[in-house]
């Protein structure tokens, strides 16, 4: 599986949020609470969503997991929200279905990035839904992101 090497510019994600371990987290409870609050944000394009990730701990596994739109600022964040800004980065994207994120997140880390000549970048990591992601449709594709650097 070969990624798509692109530059995404600085952007400010707003929702709620979740720590703990995967195993632990209802990730899909999160999304479903998040999903009729989305005309709270008023900044915000609903049709575009974003699951990141970031604040990984090798020791205990835990880390945080924010369901959240792209919006223009960060000044109006709904109560039971928070805010995160992402750094302008380069990214290997990797297309899948929801049925494939995990098996594809362990393949661009196990074996497509030992031997990419790149290296995992500092900052969040995210899933990219866009326009015409249908969450029903088990065929609809998403887009995991993978934050990089040249690995010389």
């Given at each position: 599986?070969?990624?798509?090497?692109?530059?995404?510019?600085?952007?400010?994600?707003?929702?709620?949020?979740l720590?703990?371990?995967?195993?632990?987290?209802?990730?899909?409870?999160?999304?479903?609470?998040?999903?009729?609050?989305?005309?709270?944000?008023?900044?915000?394009?609903?049709?575009?969503?974003?699951?990141?990730?970031?604040?990984?701990?090798?020791?205990?596994?835990?880390?945080?997991?924010?369901?959240?739109?792209?919006?223009?600022?960060?000044?109006?964040?709904?109560?039971?929200?928070?805010?995160?800004?992402?750094?302008?980065?380069?990214?290997?994207?990797?297309?899948?279905?929801?049925?494939?994120?995990?098996?594809?997140w362990?393949?661009?880390?196990?074996?497509?990035?030992?031997?990419?000549?790149?290296?995992?970048?500092?900052?969040?990591?995210?899933?990219?839904?866009?326009?015409?992601?249908?969450?029903?449709?088990?065929?609809?594709?998403?887009?995991?992101?993978v934050?990089?650097?040249?690995?010389?």
């Amino acid at each position: 599986m070969e990624p798509q090497i692109v530059s995404k510019p600085t952007m400010t994600l707003v929702g709620p949020k979740l720590h703990g371990k995967l195993e632990g987290m209802d990730i899909k409870a999160l999304w479903n609470g998040f999903g009729p609050r989305m005309a709270e944000m008023k900044d915000a394009n609903p049709a575009v969503c974003y699951g990141a990730m970031d604040n990984y701990s090798e020791a205990t596994g835990e880390f945080d997991y924010l369901a959240a739109c792209e919006a223009k600022t960060a000044a109006a964040v709904p109560t039971g929200m928070v805010s995160w800004n992402i750094p302008a980065q380069t990214y290997a994207v990797f297309p899948c279905t929801l049925p494939q994120v995990g098996e594809t997140w362990m393949t661009a880390y196990q074996q497509w990035l030992p031997q990419s000549g790149y290296q995992r970048a500092a900052g969040p990591e995210f899933e990219l839904y866009d326009e015409q992601f249908n969450p029903q449709d088990p065929a609809a594709v998403l887009y995991l992101y993978v934050p990089i650097v040249n690995a010389n």
